[in-house]
């Protein structure tokens, strides 16, 4: 993710060399949709054995399948949003958003024959989704070019641990999905410090690129390591900014 981020800077910085410039004193409104990749801090690998309490026809394995470990991963997601600014000089912005993003981590996909029968596990997850509503400082440090950073509030809305089944092919495998009782086990409130970069072109258009860095445990109950976990999100969005 680092590389990732270094290299998006060094992009968005020489790129384009003019863009929309908002006077002092002025407020824009800008909406934006993004996509997110996120994971879990101090995430623990998983036995094919938890997942039993989920799916049923998972009961009952053989011990040498029940045994296997599945290697953590991050989870794909997505977000949109609108955020208010205020430009309180030439040089700074000042924005408060709210909007709806999704975290959390995932873990490798699992492949097994039982009875005759091959079952794959594809994509277990566990998806959180969260209202936020981000308090940012907008550094303009050179035309459309801003270094940004903040606080990041969020409030849990739902949650699903899921995953993609497949027994034979046959397609009534397909969705497993165990949103029930998830919710309880992760923490309402939640508060990130998103630090990043953003380009406005011409046209308004807005390209944006943040990493959230939790600060708060998401889990009420430790990890199978005893650990606590946070949230850790690279958001990238593509918005539409203009004057009010």
């Avoid at 790129?15 to 990749?37: D, E, W």
């Avoid at 600014?85 to 000042?94: I, N, V």
């Amino acid at each position: 993710m680092k590389k990732s981020l270094i290299l998006a800077i060094l992009m968005m910085a020489f790129a384009f060399n003019a863009s929309a410039q908002y006077a002092p004193g002025k407020f824009s409104l800008q909406v934006k949709l993004g996509v997110s990749g996120s994971s879990f801090s101090n995430a623990s690998d998983i036995h094919v054995g938890e997942l039993q309490n989920g799916f049923s026809y998972m009961r009952g394995l053989p011990s040498n399948i029940l045994d296997t470990t599945l290697e953590s991963e991050g989870a794909g997601g997505g977000t949109i949003g609108v955020d208010l600014e205020y430009q309180a000089a030439k040089w700074l912005g000042l924005s408060v958003g709210v909007g709806y993003l999704t975290q959390g981590t995932g873990w490798d996909s699992f492949k097994f024959k039982q009875d005759g029968t091959k079952f794959r596990i594809l994509d277990p997850k566990i998806r959180l989704g969260y209202l936020t509503i981000p308090v940012i400082a907008n550094f303009y440090v050179y035309k459309g070019l801003a270094l940004k950073s903040g606080v990041q509030f969020g409030f849990l809305t739902d949650a699903e641990l899921s995953a993609e089944i497949t027994a034979d092919g046959n397609k009534e495998y397909m969705q497993a999905n165990m949103e029930k009782g998830i919710k309880s086990n992760f923490e309402d409130f939640d508060i990130a410090i998103p630090v990043g970069v953003s380009y406005e072109f011409n046209n308004h258009l807005v390209l944006d690129m943040r990493y959230n860095i939790g600060t708060k445990k998401v889990n009420k109950v430790a990890n199978v390591d005893g650990k606590d976990n946070k949230n850790q999100s690279l958001v990238f969005t593509c918005g539409y900014k203009f004057k009010l």
